[in-house]
């Protein structure tokens, strides 16, 4: 079983900036896919940014130049960094870990952009 531990959501202000933390239990060499999602009140969750085990990165379009997903192997921690918050962007937000065998996911954090 693999934990994942989230952190760094909040409330900003339009236009700020936010860096979310995924700490997970397990190195990351078993997972070939690590992923951000979001879920706004009344919507369905959706893929904001993935990376894989090579380092590749893609990004929905609603966050392209604006988001950033990284990950450090040796803190087993990946992160989302998000820059000039919009308020379409308040949601609550989840890593996804996956390996061949399940996908896991953080508790979530909660992201709230006022204009």
């Known amino acids: 079983q693999v934990q994942l531990v989230e952190s760094g959501g909040g409330l900003v202000q339009a236009g700020g900036s936010l860096r979310l933390s995924c700490a997970a239990s397990r190195n990351f060499f078993s997972f070939n896919i690590m992923a951000w999602h979001r879920q706004a009140p009344g919507k369905e969750r959706e893929l904001v940014a993935i990376i894989n085990s090579s380092g590749s990165t893609s990004y929905a379009d609603s966050v392209k130049g604006r988001f950033t997903i990284a990950k450090d192997n040796a803190k087993t921690t990946m992160y989302l960094q998000m820059n000039s918050l919009k308020p379409e962007d308040t949601a609550v937000y989840y890593c996804?870990?996956?390996?061949?065998?399940?996908?896991?996911w953080g508790q979530g954090t909660q992201v709230t952009v006022s204009s």
């Open positions: 996804r870990l996956g390996d061949r065998y399940n996908n896991y």
